[in-house]
């Protein structure tokens, strides 16, 4: 006797499929889907490392292993397929940044790993940050790019308020500290990469460091004296330039 949700036809196969065995094929053709979705970008990457700046979608389907009507059935065309490979690099840029940056419990530190982070990201794969840097002409790429600066500065913003209120001291710097602090690591990439790296990553990662720390430590300082105080310093120091 046959359940009241299924009806078998010829060879005792079930004529139609209930709701739930429906929404199960759906999720598992979407989840697969997904995967060669992903499989593509990461054959994009290769196929631009391999080819370089010029490279094209039949490049791209043939490290893929698929024919270009493939390809297409993923990505409209090479505007949107950049712009998932700028995702992707994106979200990696999110994932090494924001795991460094919520460990440092020390200020110097903090500052640090923001930048050994993000340069560690550039310098595994640089030519691939540099051509999406650069593509200005693919829709969206300088919206992802600008979020992505947005989101971790958000984050370290919220990491430099917290460390602010722990000193005791005022956390209104916290938000432009964060985003001078990203945007001058990413100025600097750019000139690491477009140069082919001069410095070693060390060496760039303390040399900023001690650059950006040196701007911090001084506002932290005098955020620390008094008001009077600090006026004074600044007027004292105006009159000695005036006597030389």
């Known amino acids: 006797m046959h359940s009241p949700t299924e009806v078998t036809g010829a060879g005792n196969a079930p004529a139609h499929r209930t709701p739930a065995a429906r929404s199960g094929r759906k999720d598992r053709w979407a989840d697969h889907r997904e995967q060669r979705r992903r499989a593509l970008i990461a054959a994009a990457v290769q196929a631009l490392l391999r080819y370089g700046p010029q490279v094209d979608m039949e490049q791209v389907a043939s490290t893929a292993g698929v024919s270009k009507p493939v390809l297409y059935r993923y990505f409209a ?30 200020e110097r530190d903090l500052v640090e790993a923001t930048i050994d982070a993000y340069l560690g990201v550039i310098e595994s794969q640089p030519r691939l940050y540099q051509f999406l840097v650069h593509q200005s002409g693919v829709p969206g790429i ?26 005791g001291l005022d956390a209104g710097p916290a938000e432009p500290w964060a985003y001078g602090l990203v945007g001058f690591v990413q100025a600097v990439g ?55």
């Open 142 to 167: 300088q919206q992802l790019l600008a979020g992505t600066s947005q989101q971790v500065a958000t984050g370290l913003a919220r990491v430099i308020s917290d460390r602010l209120h722990t000193l």
């Open 77 to 106: 065309d090479k505007s949107q397929l950049w712009l998932a490979v700028g995702e992707h690099v994106a979200a990696r840029v999110v994932e090494a940044v924001a795991p460094a940056v919520e460990r440092v419990r020390e």
């Open 190 to 244: 750019d000139w690491w990469t477009v140069h082919g790296q001069p410095i070693d990553r060390a060496a760039l990662t303390d040399y900023l460091t001690i650059l950006l720390w040196s701007g911090i430590e001084g506002v932290r300082r005098s955020a620390e004296l008094p008001r009077e105080l600090t006026r004074a310093s600044g007027q004292a120091g105006q009159f000695a330039d005036a006597e030389e």
